[in-house]
């Protein structure tokens, strides 16, 4: 009845596990359940390895996504790392790496991004070459095209506005929008190895206006989170007002004080 | 100068939207135009959806989190109220299909993720890049204390 392989219980299960882990890692420390949260985390991941050993080669929309998030994982974590190796090897005082690993930082990085494009003009694997998996697989490629030329523009012309000699920041962050920008045409104007011109059109007008629409509709869902918390802490009501101190509490006081008040006046 | 920066996000803005309205131009170009209600129905589709996915997984992340001192009712009793009603929407909008709405989920988390990685390594390149800046040393740091003692020398 409950099987992994079925979607419902081997992926979308494990996604709501890991939000409600997340809910119990933000809890206080001294509450129960935040021994939970890793044992959470680590049964949700293993719902999703073992659903997408178990449904391999299959063409169901999550086995697709996680063939997608396979295929990219090996270029995605060369970036970050590099970036992360030539973040922590520069001269600021915060780099505890040694300064000869951050021309291989830079390198590791740019490779992740040339693999990206390598893919693009070779045979991809059978998991993303046809149906949904070729959708997932365009999506990704034209929803991380497009952010790039758009987020390296916008960081290019921002150290120009800031002044203050960043010319090679912002010359290589143009080289960056410039190379996204060549791969964008290549795949509209001639298509890629897998998929012909009007696949990837089709994908920028259905698939990227999706997604255009879904990141409204994300940021707008945690605005109308962030309204309801307000409303919640608006109609909380005011605190108890305390009692006076009672006479007796009011003698405690003073003798402390006076206790205090003649120890200070013995020490000097 | 301060002026200048401090409307820094006014030219950025407009040159990014330049970017992407270039960039869409460039497929009405090549693919011959699309009808603006495709467009529309899937922008539609894409934000009741992202809107139903989120206020659930906030839902949970609350229901994971409550505690005796929150103000929980408002919190879980309105985000259970927007994940149905969004919910139903996407079920009516992808034609009372799950398999649909599985289907759009994927591309959603494909889609958000690319996003996320392209700006994760802008940013990680742009943050590598400007803590690699060399400064001139600062002749003020190299000068020593006096303790106090001040002589100074009038020019007749």
Not at chain 1, 47 to 58: A, K, M, P, Q, Y
């Amino acid at each position: 009845m409950f099987e992994v392989s079925d979607p419902r219980i081997g992926f979308w299960l494990p996604l709501a596990l890991l939000c409600l882990s997340i809910g119990f890692w933000i809890t206080d420390r001294k509450d129960p359940r935040k021994k939970l949260a890793l044992p959470g985390f680590f049964l949700s991941i293993a719902l999703v390895v073992s659903f997408g050993i178990t449904t391999r080669g299959e063409d169901g929309p999550e086995t697709a996504l996680l063939a997608v998030f396979l295929h990219m994982l090996v270029p995605v974590t060369c970036m970050a790392v590099g970036t992360l190796i030539a973040t922590f090897s520069g001269p600021s005082p915060v780099g505890p790496l040694p300064r000869g690993l951050r021309p291989m930082g830079f390198f590791m990085a740019y490779f992740g991004l040339v693999w990206i494009a390598w893919m693009l003009i070779s045979e991809p694997p059978s998991a993303i070459a046809n149906g949904i998996g070729q959708t997932t697989w365009g999506a990704w490629v034209d929803a991380f095209l497009t952010i790039l030329i758009l987020i390296s523009a916008l960081a290019g012309a921002f150290c120009v506005m800031m002044g203050e000699e960043r010319h090679k920041e912002a010359l290589t962050l143009a080289g960056l929008t410039i190379a996204g920008g060549l791969m964008f045409y290549e795949i509209m104007h001639n298509g890629s190895q897998g998929m012909a011109a009007s696949g990837w059109h089709s994908i920028h007008w259905s698939e990227l206006m999706f997604l255009f629409g879904g990141l409204v509709g994300l940021i707008s869902a945690l605005i109308a989170f962030i309204a309801l918390v307000y409303i919640a802490e608006k109609r909380a009501p005011d605190p108890d007002v305390v009692a006076p101190l009672t006479e007796e509490e009011k003698s405690v006081v003073e003798a402390v004080l006076r206790t205090n008040l003649n120890l200070m006046e013995g020490e000097e | 100068m301060t002026q200048q920066k401090g409307n820094w996000w006014k030219p950025v803005a407009l040159l990014m939207l330049v970017i992407a309205i270039g960039m869409d131009l460039l497929v009405w170009q090549l693919s011959g135009g699309v009808e603006f209600s495709t467009i529309a129905e899937e922008a539609i589709r894409g934000f009741i959806l992202a809107f139903g996915g989120t206020s659930i997984a906030l839902l949970m992340i609350s229901l994971g989190s409550l505690h005796r001192h929150s103000q929980w009712k408002e919190q879980i009793a309105g985000l259970v109220c927007l994940s149905v009603v969004a919910l139903y929407l996407a079920h009516s909008e992808y034609g009372k299909s799950i398999d649909g709405m599985r289907e759009g989920g994927a591309i959603l988390l494909s889609g958000l993720t690319a996003m996320l990685t392209a700006v994760g390594l802008v940013f990680g390149l742009l943050l590598a890049l400007v803590t690699g800046r060399e400064h001139v040393a600062d002749p003020l740091l190299e000068m020593e204390s006096t303790g106090g003692d001040v002589s100074i020398e009038l020019n007749e």
